[in-house]
C-alpha cells in the first residue's frame, strides 16, 4: 500500500500550489481521504477531507482558499491551494481512513511559503 505526495515546493505569499496524492494497493473508492498538515513545533492538524459520500470540509484557517477534490478512477486526491501565506508552512500528508480511523498514512511533502 503506498500514498504518495507530490507538487510542494517553494512559493511566495500570495502564490498558489496543487498537490497531488496518488494511491496504490488500496480499493481508493471506499477510504475517506484527507489532507493534513504538521508546522514545525505544532501537532498535525487536519487541512481539509472529502469523504467517500462527497462531503467535503475544511479548516477554518484555509476555507475559501484550498480546495479538495479526489478522482476514485485515477486513486487521486488533489489539494489545490490559492493565497498562501506563511502560516501555510508545514509538511502536507495524505491520509487515507474511515471516519477519525486512520490506516493510511504518505511520507509528506514540503510547502514553504516565503518571499
Known amino acids: 500500500v503506498q500514498l504518495v505526495e507530490s507538487g510542494g515546493g517553494l512559493v511566495q505569499p500570495g502564490g498558489s500550489l496543487r498537490l497531488s496524492c496518488v494511491a496504490s494497493?488500496?480499493?481508493?473508492?471506499?477510504?475517506?481521504m484527507s489532507w493534513h498538515r504538521q508546522a514545525p513545533g505544532k501537532e498535525r492538524e487536519l487541512v481539509a477531507y472529502?469523504?467517500?459520500?462527497?462531503?467535503?470540509n475544511y479548516a477554518d484557517s484555509v476555507k475559501g482558499r484550498f480546495t479538495i477534490s479526489r478522482d476514485n478512477d485515477k486513486k487521486t486526491v488533489d489539494l489545490q491551494m490559492n493565497n498562501l501565506n506563511a502560516e501555510d508552512t508545514a509538511v502536507y500528508y495524505c491520509?487515507?481512513?474511515?471516519?477519525?480511523?486512520?490506516?493510511?498514512w504518505g511520507q509528506g511533502t514540503q510547502v514553504t511559503v516565503s518571499s
Open positions: 494497493g488500496i480499493i481508493f473508492k471506499v477510504y475517506d
Open positions: 472529502f469523504t467517500t459520500n462527497g462531503v467535503t
Open positions: 491520509r487515507a481512513g474511515v471516519g477519525r480511523r486512520s490506516y493510511y
